[in-house]
């Protein structure tokens, strides 16, 4: 058996996996921001709980994995920046102990959902798969020959950074032109707040209205569904970034699978459909197989599997 | 021992290296543009006599590698079509035969010249480097975990096919504003041309006919070198350009190395210094260590060693 924690800003997640992926079952507890000592109390505390539910003995569990939002220090087993959690510097490396006595990884979240679905989700199949998540940044995780790649320091996959609008709209990160900044739901709702100033009559603008001034991704993708030409613009824009990114990323790494998660993914086929046309469009490499443009499957579970399975 | 081709549109360079990469000699004729059998007749004669002049007896050579401009069904040790060579489908697995014995293997010249400036050039030390070629296009080669990374169709690593600027100039590719049509020598050549249309009082004009009206991008960097502020400016700009690519290369990879080969990487310092103050300036991982950009130092023995050294 091997756990996986998804600690996230909100609440922190714990999972027992069969050894090669299969989550069996999962506790949480809302996540103690700022307090490492009550954090590692709790992990701890859940990761007995499940595996008391699952009839394991914790001197059974083979690894424990941590997916969390921000750096690491891998080989001292510490978070050195923890993003959202109000809390830096804290070892893990005893925080199971003595119950478990079983090594302790540490990524990502982003890296471990990737993992999660090569593993046991929708990318699996193939030894090279690239996730694309669509939140409120452009979050990349990749795996190459089966593995997770981090690069030399750990922080490689940074594909939301990846510039396609030289000296285009400016970044958090400080560049100009970002993929994130054009295909993050953050980005789509940006551009739809400022083509709605001149669209007053539109649909889209009814439907921001109704939720309390507020766009986010599911009202556009719905606008668009009820046939506002506005919302159908602004989206198929949006395509057309998001195809020049994953072409990009397709030239780059010659993936099996490209999987996409995070907000705008919940489109589903209605993202995916239309973007693999324009994909196929500007692709190079037709002759010679392709990459399979396909929605993550596991939502989050992804990454609680995927910490479970990290490797050192 | 082992033996490593360059087989090149012009010439074909056969040279025999040591077991870990040195090279000890070459030979080289002119490749048969169109002739197959000739071809192979005459790398088979070259192989002998790199064998004979390092007293090597064939039969103890480990293997042979071949790099060519092409693409390549591996599996079946065939080029399925040779990119300015004039064949495509020649299977070259019994090329060698009956003097040598030892396996074939094949690659594409620029992945073969990244190989070899890992292995023996400036690339080595550390696991992960990028290779970009800043020549005709610009040509990469990806080392990941200490091995060339060609994708799952071999055919990845197509940096120069990373779009940079969103509806850019249109590449040959089909697509628009790639990293290669701003970055190449032919980019850069282009762009001089067309600004010079406008600045016949330049020591960039006066260079341009002073060449039979051609320009290449030594005449450029000397210019700029003269203190011709048009060519200076055009070489800003070019640069801005290199180090928009490369940050993208840094985020996704992070590599501990990006080498640094083709024409314009022959003005050296004069390019590689201000481009790192360039890409420092958009660093989103300074904390976590970064890249070291660096010339190529083998010029072209490393599509040599590069072929001797491939895996299957």
């Given at each position: 058996m091997k756990i996986g924690i998804d600690l996230g800003g909100t609440n922190t997640v714990?999972?027992?996996?069969?050894?090669?992926?299969?989550?069996?079952?999962?506790?949480?507890?809302?996540?103690?921001?700022?307090?490492?000592?009550?954090?590692?109390?709790?992990?701890?505390?859940?990761?007995?709980?499940?595996?008391?539910?699952?009839?394991?003995?914790?001197?059974?569990?083979?690894?424990?994995?941590?997916?969390?939002?921000?750096?690491?220090?891998?080989?001292?087993?510490?978070?050195?920046?923890?993003t959202n959690?109000?809390?830096?510097?804290?070892?893990?490396?005893?925080?199971?102990?003595?119950?478990?006595?079983?090594?302790?990884?540490?990524?990502?979240?982003?890296?471990?959902?990737?993992?999660?679905?090569?593993?046991?989700?929708?990318?699996?199949?193939g030894d090279n798969m690239i996730m694309v998540t669509l939140g409120t940044g452009v979050g990349g995780g990749i795996i190459l020959n089966g593995k997770l790649y981090t690069g030399?320091?750990?922080?490689?996959?940074?594909?939301?950074?990846?510039?396609?609008?030289?000296?285009?709209?400016?970044?958090?990160c400080g560049r100009k032109g970002c993929?994130?900044?054009?295909?993050?739901?953050?980005?789509?709702?940006r551009s739809a707040d400022r083509a709605l100033e001149n669209h007053v009559d539109s649909i889209l603008h009814q439907r921001k209205l109704e939720n309390n001034g507020r766009l986010n991704a599911k009202i556009i993708c719905d606008a668009c569904d009820a046939g506002d030409?506005?919302?159908?613009?602004?989206?198929?824009?949006?395509?057309?970034?998001?195809?020049?990114?994953?072409?990009?990323?397709?030239?780059?790494?010659?993936?099996?699978?490209?999987?996409?998660?995070?907000?705008?993914?919940?489109?589903?086929?209605k993202l995916l459909a239309p973007l693999r046309e324009l994909v196929q469009k500007e692709l190079i490499s037709a002759p010679c197989g392709q990459a399979e443009l396909v929605k993550a499957s596991l939502g989050n579970d992804a990454g609680i599997i995927g910490a479970a399975m990290l490797l050192e």
């Open positions: 714990v999972g027992i996996c069969t050894d090669d992926g299969a989550l069996l079952l999962k506790s949480s507890l809302p996540t103690p921001h700022g307090n490492a000592d009550e954090l590692c109390k709790i992990m701890r505390q859940l990761a007995l709980e499940v595996c008391e539910k699952s009839h394991t003995v914790p001197a059974d569990v083979l690894q424990i994995g941590i997916g969390a939002p921000g750096t690491f220090d891998k080989s001292a087993c510490t978070l050195t920046f923890g959690l109000g809390m830096s510097n804290v070892c893990f490396a005893h925080a199971f102990a003595p119950d478990f006595t079983c090594p302790v990884y540490l990524d990502n979240d982003g890296n471990c959902a990737a993992l999660g679905e090569y593993i046991s989700g929708s990318g699996r199949g030399f320091n750990h922080i490689a996959g940074e594909i939301g950074h990846m510039v396609i609008v030289y000296d285009g709209l400016p970044c958090n993929f994130e900044t054009y295909c993050s739901a953050t980005g789509l709702i030409t506005l919302a159908m613009e602004l989206f198929h824009t949006y395509l057309q970034y998001l195809a020049c990114g994953i072409n990009n990323l397709i030239n780059i790494f010659q993936p099996q699978k490209i999987v996409f998660g995070g907000g705008v993914a919940g489109y589903g086929e």
